[in-house]
């Protein structure tokens, strides 16, 4: 099931161009252009929030050092489940835990590159019209 679910597919692009066009918004912004398309159900919505409650219990594990525990990874099943690192005798739920941090990490890049390259454009632009 998709993230959005509860958002038409074609509504959805819809509201990402207005928040686009924009350019930066907050977060109360994007409920305002969500809530009129955004339909309620209060037993999934209850289900999501303990689902994330765990979830954020499970990441906010760590150990003396401040160092995080708990990860998540999908078995051979594609079912979630959290290992302990420190007590954990899987090899493979480690490698794909390992995987997935590859992952994340390779996007964070990608991202921060995108950012710093629009920042430094941004610069160049400040520079060139206060000459």
């Known amino acids: 099931m998709s993230r959005n679910a509860n958002i038409e597919k074609e509504t959805r692009k819809i509201i990402i161009e207005q928040i686009d066009e924009l350019g930066e918004v907050t977060i109360d912004k994007v409920m305002e252009l969500i809530q009129p ?3 309620f159900d209060i037993r999934k919505l209850r289900s999501q ?3 994330r ?3 954020n219990l499970m990441r906010t594990y760590k150990n003396k ?4 525990n708990c ?3 999908k078995d051979k099943e594609g079912k979630s489940s959290y290992v302990n690192i420190d007590s954990c005798d899987d090899a493979e739920a480690l490698r794909k835990i390992e995987i997935q941090m590859q992952s994340k990490a390779k996007s ?3 991202s921060m590159k995108k950012i710093k390259l629009r920042r430094k454009e941004l610069e160049e632009i ?3 019209e206060a000459i």
């Open 53 to 55: 409650a765990a979830s």
């Open 49 to 51: 929030a303990l689902r």
């Open 108 to 110: 964070l890049n990608a």
């Open 65 to 68: 050092k401040g160092i995080r």
């Open 37 to 39: 398309y955004y339909r």
């Open 71 to 73: 990860y998540s990874y």
């Open 126 to 128: 400040q520079k060139s």
